[in-house]
């Protein structure tokens, strides 16, 4: 029997690494993982999108994206017919951005974010205050792999300024009821997980594990 190629796309600057818990069964499913690679100078989404469609190399093959990488999977659904698209911890379209997304786009807050702060983890987590800010600069240090000044405010500019205003029926969409950057009350036709977070993927990997294989083959 043939095994259905499944390609994962982490979330924004984060590596493949985040997958490392997610185990399908191996005499159904190959799983391949995407990483980023730089923008061009002033890079379309679409045009990135093609790019990393490249990576693609099984006809069939089912995307799963994670944050970010939901969004881009969907625009690489747009150039190329696969099996099935997933996203976890994302959106489907602009209007499920939360307002204060919304707000930062209008109001190109954005572009004061200091992304280049980013690259210094090692710095922040010396410095940094409280266990709470330590555990999360810990997660980003061992997940992070693009600390890419050029990368960061090319993909925040990319997410706030996403033209899709009607969500694709065929997305499947995984998320969090309890999702502190995509909010689950802004979030039509998804799966739902209880207490699931923004980085659910990292901490309720057993339900991935015991539920990916089903949605996909379903």
Request: some cysteine; proline content about 3%.
């Amino acid at each position: 029997m043939s095994k259905t190629h499944v390609y994962f796309m982490p979330g924004m600057a984060a590596s493949s690494k985040i997958f490392e818990r997610i185990k399908l069964p191996e005499e159904h499913f190959e799983m391949h993982l995407l990483e980023w690679f730089l923008p061009e100078n002033k890079e379309t989404l679409a045009h990135y999108a093609q790019r990393m469609t490249a990576e693609i190399k099984h006809e069939d093959a089912v995307l799963i994206g994670v944050s970010f990488g939901g969004i881009l999977v969907q625009e690489m659904a747009r150039i190329k017919k696969f099996r099935k698209t997933i996203i976890i911890s994302s959106v489907k379209c602009n209007t499920e951005f939360p307002m204060r997304m919304k707000l930062a786009k209008n109001t190109k807050a954005y572009k004061l974010i200091p992304t280049s702060l980013i690259s210094h983890v090692e710095f922040l987590l010396k410095y940094g205050q409280g266990e709470l800010i330590k555990k999360r600069l810990e997660l980003y240090k061992t997940y992070l792999s693009v600390n890419d000044k050029k990368y960061l405010d090319w993909a925040i500019e990319n997410v706030l300024n996403w033209d899709r205003k009607q969500a694709d029926g065929e997305i499947i969409h995984i998320h969090g009821d309890a999702d502190e950057v995509f909010p689950a009350k802004n979030i039509k036709d998804y799966i739902r997980i209880d207490g699931g977070t923004h980085m659910m993927i990292l901490n309720r990997f057993r339900w991935f594990n015991s539920n990916l294989p089903e949605i996909i083959l379903k």
